[in-house]
């Protein structure tokens, strides 16, 4: 038969991320990227011992080239997760592959999308450090409520509405690849492993790449001729899933047999489960299940189903109507002084604030993300002028003030403020800064661990905003002893401001988990 020809491609690893555009891997396993922004730029590389920085820990995680475990980092006793890849028993695509999921992931700026940190590279082996997920994968929280179903699948639905935005296929989204960031009720859910995604696909050619996994393998794909609207059909999968408690096909030990009831659509909307559930819920499946791809439709119509339509992504027992967020301590002046401090302070000060936003533990940001989201009416995953006209000129900003915000906050200049941005722009004047996260953002700043902030940092870390006149400024902010350069003192007497803030102290002790009190 078709299907029994077509072979299937072999996974390296369980949960794995991977990506080419734009990389390569010397002969000594060195990873070089070319990005083009400071945001995109954000990712630590280090051709140094892992182990000087983490102890690596429990493995959570076996394929046939590598590990992903649980690592712990040294100093600030936070808990991350790191792939570890042997790379004298890779081929030349499966680097290719990692490269390129490396790359696709540190283009991407979504809530709900897991975020790249750091990358070590020794002779033969890489090591590929993410946040750690400590709440595990959707199958962990099972069975569901048709609420917390709806609200996770309104989550993964913006985050893979905003990657076919951006022109990114996933290819491989099921239970396995959506985790829970933390044990906690209130967290949301991470879209993982770009390891088969592809970007930057001619959208009038078809894929034909036989990839994924075959429980939620979109029918065309089996076929070998497929576009975006794979990745729908997953969601369809994954929705089912969450509503009836089983798999909609299961004849996965006949492929021909399981490729006619995904053609004709055979699954069982009558389970005991699923009977229970509403009818938009139920019509949302049938929806996404369409086998004929003209008949699918795209994301973009996906989030404006009733089912999803006005459904809350934010944890509903934190919700307070007075405030822009979920939360009481985040109002709407609070945004927006905080954009108005962001817009006035020194370039080096935005940059070190967005680093620290892009470390950021995702569960503390609650209200940071629900007060991102609340500005982001139209769903896209990020900000766009019209959106933030619309908030400040409720608070009383004229048209060229709104302009200079918006300008200072879209830091790489796309006409767009990302997540991230944002993030950064929330950070100020909030005093929400740790200690350790200072050190951190002056640690990825002083890229060759020279002890200082230089001008060739800036330059790496700035892509193609660079300019020698920028930079000058950049490192006059905050060079008090002028020498040229930034050390910690300097970074940190800046970051404090005149105003005599003092950070909070870090209250994670060593041992705990994310999502876990700290004692």
């Not at 100020?428 to 350790?436: K, R």
Request: charged share 30%; hydrophobic share 40%; net charge neutral.
């Amino acid at each position: 038969a078709a299907v029994a020809k077509r072979r299937r491609r072999h996974r390296a690893m369980g949960n794995t991320c991977c990506n080419g555009a734009g990389g390569q891997v010397g002969n000594n396993s060195r990873v070089v990227t070319h990005s083009k922004s400071a945001r995109a730029n954000i990712m630590r590389q280090r051709e140094e011992d892992i182990g000087q920085y983490y102890d690596i820990e429990a493995t959570i995680g076996r394929g046939s080239i590598g590990t992903v475990a649980r690592a712990q980092h040294k100093e600030s006793k936070k808990w991350y997760a790191v792939k570890t890849l042997q790379t004298q028993r890779l081929t030349k695509d499966m680097i290719d592959e990692m490269l390129n999921e490396i790359d696709i992931m540190m283009g991407l700026d979504h809530p709900n999308i897991v975020r790249p940190l750091e990358l070590y590279s020794r002779k033969r082996e890489l090591y590929f450090v993410i946040p750690f997920c400590s709440g595990g994968d959707l199958y962990k929280r099972a069975p569901y409520g048709e609420r917390n179903a709806g609200r996770y699948v309104a989550q993964m639905c913006d985050a893979v509405a905003y990657m076919h935005r951006f022109n990114v296929v996933h290819r491989d989204l099921k239970f396995e690849n959506v985790l829970f960031m933390s044990k906690a009720p209130e967290s949301e859910v991470m879209i993982i492993d770009f390891g088969l995604a592809k970007a930057n696909y001619a959208r009038k050619k078809k894929l034909d790449e036989f990839v994924g996994t075959i429980y939620s393998m979109a029918p065309e794909v089996i076929r070998g001729a497929y576009d975006a609207k794979c990745d729908v059909w997953s969601l369809g999968i994954i929705t089912y899933m969450l509503l009836a408690g089983a798999m909609p096909f299961t004849r996965f030990d006949d492929e021909d047999a399981l490729l006619r009831d995904l053609e004709r659509e055979r699954y069982d909307m009558t389970r005991r489960t699923m009977a229970k559930r509403s009818e938009d819920a139920k019509a949302f499946v049938k929806y996404l299940l369409k086998a004929k791809v003209d008949q699918r439709p795209d994301m973009q119509q996906v989030l404006k189903h009733t089912w999803l339509k006005g459904r809350t992504r934010d944890y509903e027992a934190a919700a307070n109507p007075k405030a822009l967020g979920t939360m009481e301590s985040l109002t709407d002046e609070d945004m927006v002084d905080n954009l108005k401090k962001y817009a006035s302070a020194n370039r080096l000060r935005r940059i070190a604030l967005m680093v620290i936003a892009h470390r950021s533990d995702s569960d503390s940001l609650r209200e940071l993300r629900a007060a991102f989201r609340a500005i982001d009416t139209a769903n896209e995953g990020f900000i766009n002028f019209g959106e933030l006209e619309a908030v400040l000129t409720k608070a009383g900003y004229d048209a060229k003030l709104i302009a200079e915000v918006f300008e200072a906050v879209d830091h790489d200049n796309t006409g767009r403020i990302s997540y991230t941005e944002f993030l950064a722009a929330m950070l100020e004047g909030n005093c929400l800064v740790q200690e350790d996260e200072l050190a951190d953002a002056f640690d990825r700043l002083d890229s060759d661990d020279s002890g200082a902030i230089t001008k060739d940092n800036l330059r790496q870390l700035l892509g193609n905003q660079f300019s020698a006149s920028l930079v000058e400024e950049m490192i006059a902010d905050a060079d008090f002893k002028q020498n040229g350069t930034v050390d910690y003192e300097e970074f940190k007497k800046m970051m404090l401001g005149s105003s005599g803030k003092r950070m909070r102290e870090t209250k994670i002790r060593a041992g705990s988990m994310p999502g876990e009190p700290a004692k």
